[in-house]
């Protein structure tokens, strides 16, 4: 008993030494930028009570220690490239504190913390912190820890930005809050870059690799400084900076794969008999080609179970010169193969059935794609002294895309499955080719005036050479007993080669000068520049029809197989034809800008106002045999000036939240083939309709305001809440020729660009990011409204005429847009063991795809959500990492809001006949990668 009074005696006394526990809890920063200094190594020791504990800092810098006695504890924090801190702390309560570390490097710190603190996701939120403009950016570090392989799979982790994707499936072009592809713009480190499109001007961002980003920056509102040409916003790719530290290396090699190439059914072809120059090229205009000097080896298919997707990356830095020259190099290669199962219809409607939905033909396909694409880029800066520094950027991206489409278009539709069924094999190769060359200096010529300039050359190219459609045409099905013969008789129309080329060559010039006067208090910097840009496009088409084989005796699989055992005797166009091609022109523009920028301070309100001022000239000529009209049309030039006013006003409510108000006017040029005056047949058995240019076609016009509440808690948590409001005027967009009146007849072969009155896009916009110790949310979401009114026609059989038609208003969304876009993006991080985790959810809702003349008959993209995924592994200097995208095998799919004419006939692929028509859809598979990464 006496021993077990003096137990609870002792337990007691320790209970009232030590029985009171506290919490010492903190935020490790970088004492220069703020940043979080995830991974930081914390050590709190107390030598007489032999306690010791470590942990690391978490994703938001921060650390805890749980439980402690009342005492004081020696508190020692310590993290690569930085000056460790030790502590002395009595810990009588709960205590939390920020601790900041200082670089531990010599002789060129401040540069040393520069270099840390770009790429990471403390410099994107001081980005948008700093913004006058409304502005969204995406870090290297953010990039690196994300499944993205190139740029366009990263704009759709922005908020308002949702992606058109390719014939792969693959993100390509940005769609800005609802606004199509045409309405944005794409830089390269702040530069206006061409693109390799044989009609228009947007650039597509999958030929970018995403691990040479530094930073993507999405402007959603412009300055004055800025081009104009950005209705929807601006897209800046900031490649990756030279280090300010000696030397840097990091490089990955990945190998990866697509669930549908592994079905057998991936069709590749022998690309040494691809010619890359037609005959006309290789021995002069009057040479009449023979079926000999083309290889039909192209057209024998090869199919593949087994094809791994490769991918490497490498890049160098270092400083030579006492630190005067910096150098970076990179080199970036993907070798993928995507294949893709779709279907697709034509869709008209039918007067006799309410203006319900005739399916007048289906094309079933399977695609077989090579994408490789090979990227350098190099950057030099040299410091000549404290005032002045200068700097090059160069840097070649190529897409090679070498495609394999197998399809069958059916155009008799029955009660059964035994219908005609025409077998169609295209062979496309296609090269393209981005180049950028810049120059850059920044001339700091007193403690108030600073100039800085840029003369660029930047050129895109796109080649498709001998692009092969094989079309055997005469199938049927046998209804006896359901065996497809093949009793071909072959139309030399339809079995074709084609070349086709264009490049699109820019000559810019910049010049920026920065005022910071100190006479007016108010205002705080003034800025003037402009910029000269000549714009030179070309264009080359030509292609051969093989004469017509009669072979209805020859059945496929007995007298021949191939395209090699046909018997090719001659061309209906030995010499070529390409002169009278719509593709055959050539088009310039020049652009000439000057501009006023001001910034104000008027205590807690900064203030943002200019004006710009561009003059346009943008011309073409083309050749007399290909001109839709008379010969006025051959040469034409179109020259306008305009002015953007632009401001915005940034009240700060406390030291990390604010409210932001922005307005500015932009424009959208047509592109190129869309203002001339020819046609462009439906092509190589994949388009039902041909292309018509405009030359009356207007650039549109657009206000834009902006308002957003912007909360920054710490330097990587972000609350962003805003709206937007756009009135566009003349807005550009492709459809069937509109009618003005009931008696007149639609065309529904052509498809054209056309200005369709004013527009109006409204929406609301959240961003919201929040980390906690190891763990991190990302997420944000877009409301898109648009409306547009247009003329529509409704079919009918009045006064006997099943022809006529009334003309109705129809309001409509703009093309492009979704109502609903979202992003969820959630990480893990475990410092101790080295493991990097993310998730990523990106939903895309409906959205308008194609214009119909007819009332109630366009044509729907439905919601997609897309799921990736990544995680990474860290063993000493390397990481082993899996990527993962598409992992529900999301499908992009069209359909039309109204039933079927027919609904009890047998069409494939409908789900719900009687109420919708499934027009489209296209499936991809799921992608995975798995790689190591090593950095030094």
Do not use: C
């Not at 916003?233 to 190998?255: C, N, R």
């Not at 501009?595 to 000239?617: C, H, I, M, N, P």
Request: glycine fraction near 6%.
């Amino acid at each position: 008993m006496k021993r077990i009074l003096l137990s609870i005696l002792l337990i007691y006394g320790f209970h009232l030494s030590f029985g009171q526990s506290y919490e010492l809890s903190g935020i490790v920063l970088d004492d220069v930028s703020n940043e979080y200094l995830t991974g930081a190594h914390v050590t709190i020791t107390n030598d007489k009570l032999g306690i010791q504990k470590n942990t690391v800092a978490g994703l938001d810098g921060s650390f805890l220690f749980r439980s402690l006695p009342k005492a004081e504890y020696q508190l020692q924090i310590a993290f690569v490239g930085y000056e460790s801190i030790k502590r002395t702390i009595l810990l009588a309560q709960n205590l939390e504190a920020q601790y900041m570390l200082k670089s531990d490097a010599h002789g060129i710190a401040a540069v040393h913390v520069q270099a840390q603190y770009k790429g990471t996701d403390t410099e994107a939120r001081d980005m948008e912190k700093k913004s006058a403009n409304v502005l969204n950016v995406i870090s290297a570090k953010q990039i690196e820890l994300s499944p993205d392989i190139t740029v366009a799979n990263v704009v759709q982790r922005v908020s308002g930005l949702s992606i058109e994707r390719n014939a792969n499936g693959d993100p390509q072009y940005a769609v800005v809050r609802g606004m199509n592809k045409r309405y944005n713009n794409t830089l390269v480190n702040g530069i206006k870059i061409p693109s390799p499109d044989n009609d228009n001007r947007f650039v597509p961002l999958d030929i970018f690799p995403a691990v040479f980003l530094e930073k993507l920056a999405v402007y959603k509102s412009l300055s004055a400084d800025m081009e104009a040409d950005a209705i929807g916003g601006t897209i800046d790719m900031v490649m990756k900076s030279v280090p300010a530290k000696k030397h840097f290396f990091e490089a990955d090699f990945q190998l990866g794969a697509n669930t549908m190439s592994h079905d057998g059914n991936f069709v590749t072809y022998n690309r040494s008999e691809v010619y890359r120059r037609s005959p006309a090229e290789n021995f002069g205009s009057d040479y009449e080609a023979i079926p000999s000097d083309f290889s039909p080896l192209m057209f024998t298919p090869v199919k593949r179970s087994i094809l791994p997707d490769i991918f490497a990356n490498a890049s160098y830095g270092n400083r030579f010169f006492a630190n005067k020259l910096g150098l970076l190099l990179g080199g970036s290669f993907q070798n993928s193969y995507r294949p893709n199962q779709s279907y697709f219809y034509d869709p008209r409607t039918n007067a006799a059935a309410s203006n319900a939905i005739n399916m007048n033909e289906l094309i079933e396909r399977r695609t077989s794609t090579q994408q490789q694409r090979t990227a350098f880029h190099a950057k030099l800066d040299y410091t000549i002294n404290s005032s002045h520094e200068l700097s090059f950027y160069g840097g070649q991206y190529l897409l090679n895309e070498f495609r394999v489409r197998e399809q069958y278009r059916r155009e008799d539709f029955n009660t059964n499955d035994n219908f005609p069924a025409i077998p169609v094999t295209r062979i496309t190769n296609n090269y393209q080719t981005i180049s950028i060359a810049d120059l850059q200096g920044k001339h700091q010529l007193s403690s108030q005036f600073q100039v800085d300039w840029h003369a660029v050359y930047s050129k895109a190219k796109n080649e498709l050479p001998d692009d092969g459609v094989f079309y055997r045409s005469g199938f049927w099905s046998d209804a006896q007993n359901g065996v497809v013969n093949e009793q071909p008789y072959f139309q030399g129309v339809r079995n074709s080669r084609t070349w086709e080329r264009n490049a699109d060559q820019d000559l810019s010039f910049f010049l920026n000068s920065s005022y910071t006067p100190t006479f007016f208090k108010p205002l705080e910097r003034v800025k003037i520049g402009g910029l000269h840009r000549q714009k030179t496009r070309d264009n080359y088409y030509i292609y051969y029809n093989y004469n017509a084989i009669n072979v209805l005796t020859v059945v496929r699989g007995e007298q021949w197989q191939n395209f090699a055992d046909l018997p090719w005797s001659s061309f209906a166009n030995p010499w070529g034809d390409g002169n009278n091609s719509s593709l055959v022109y050539d088009a310039n523009e020049s652009i000439s800008a000057g501009y006023v920028s001001t910034d104000w301070q008027f205590g807690k309100l900064a203030v943002q106002a200019g004006l710009r001022a561009e003059y346009t000239t943008q011309g073409y000529a083309i050749n007399p045999l290909s001109a839709e009209t008379n010969a006025t049309d051959l040469t034409k030039t179109q020259r306008y000036l305009n002015l953007f006013p632009s401001a915005s006003l940034k009240y700060a409510l406390a030291t990390d939240n604010w409210l932001k108000a922005t307005y500015y006017k932009a424009i959208s040029r047509p592109g190129f083939f869309e203002i001339v005056p020819t046609v462009r047949p439906a092509g190589g058995g994949d388009s039902f309709y041909s292309e018509e240019g405009n030359a009356d076609l207007r650039p549109t016009i657009a206000h834009n305001v902006d308002v957003r509440y912007e909360l920054f808690p710490n330097a990587l948590d972000q609350i962003l809440i805003g709206a937007f409001y756009k009135k566009l005027i003349d807005p550009i967009e492709y459809g069937f020729p509109q009618v003005t009146s009931a008696d007149q007849t639609p065309s529904i072969s052509r498809i054209l660009p056309q200005n369709f009155g004013d527009a109006h896009n409204i929406g609301l916009e959240l961003d919201y990011t929040k980390y906690i110790r190891q763990f991190g949310i990302r997420l944000n979401y877009t409301y898109t409204n648009s409306t547009i009114n247009t003329g529509k026609l409704v079919e009918s059989q009045e006064l006997g005429s099943p022809n006529r038609y009334r003309l109705v208003d129809e309001r409509r969304s703009l093309q492009g847009q979704s109502d609903h876009i979202g992003n969820i993006a959630l990480l893990f991080k475990s410092i101790p063991k080295k493991w990097d985790a993310q998730i990523v959810l990106n939903y895309t809702g409906e959205r308008l795809a194609v214009v119909s003349p007819f009332q109630g008959s366009d044509q729907y993209m439905r919601p997609m959500t897309v799921l990736d995924f990544s995680v990474d592994k860290g063993i000493g200097k390397f990481v082993l990492f899996l990527k993962a995208n598409n992992l529900l095998n999301t499908p992009y799919k069209i359909v039309i809001n109204r039933g079927l004419a027919s609904p009890e006939s047998f069409f494939p692929h409908q789900e719900d006949p009687y109420n919708m028509a499934n027009v489209r859809e296209d499936r991809y598979g799921l992608s995975f990668r798995l790689g190591v990464r090593y950095k030094l």
